[in-house]
């Protein structure tokens, strides 16, 4: 049976010439491209992960992140990991490789999270255990 209607994508607003930064970043986290745009005013694009049916688009704005981490936090997508520490040290050191800002926390010890302050606009990035599901 047909599911209608069926989630598609999530668009994740980040700042100007980080396109691609981002890309990387979801590279890590076992993404790929999976669709590229014409040029336009305000460059975007697609990645996702091989076997769902859904994807993230990535899209430079000229906004100003959210300084506030209470209220940016409000906003996240979350993954799931057998180790998500693992993954957030994964990309902490990447984000210091390339000189960007870093910062993480959590809501519990199972639920973890991480922001690029200077990059992501509204939005975190959650990571949470597997076991999550079984509660």
């Known amino acids: 049976m047909e599911i209608s209607p069926r989630l598609h994508h999530y668009c994740q607003n980040i700042t100007k010439d980080h396109l691609q930064d981002m890309v990387e970043m979801y590279k890590l ?61 994964k990309i902490r050191v990447w984000a210091e490789g390339k000189g960007f800002k870093f910062r993480d926390g959590g809501w519990s010890k199972i639920e973890r999270y991480f922001d690029l302050p200077d990059i992501f606009v509204n939005f975190v990035v959650e990571v949470m255990h597997t076991s999550i599901e079984k509660s």
């Open 29 to 89: 986290l076992g993404f790929d491209v999976v669709y590229t745009p014409p040029p336009s005013k305000f460059p975007w694009i697609m990645v996702g992960q091989s076997r769902l049916r859904f994807a993230i688009q990535i899209t430079e704005v000229s906004d100003t992140p959210i300084e506030n981490l209470d209220k940016k936090r409000q906003t996240h997508i979350a993954f799931l990991s057998d180790n998500p520490q693992e993954i957030i040290d």
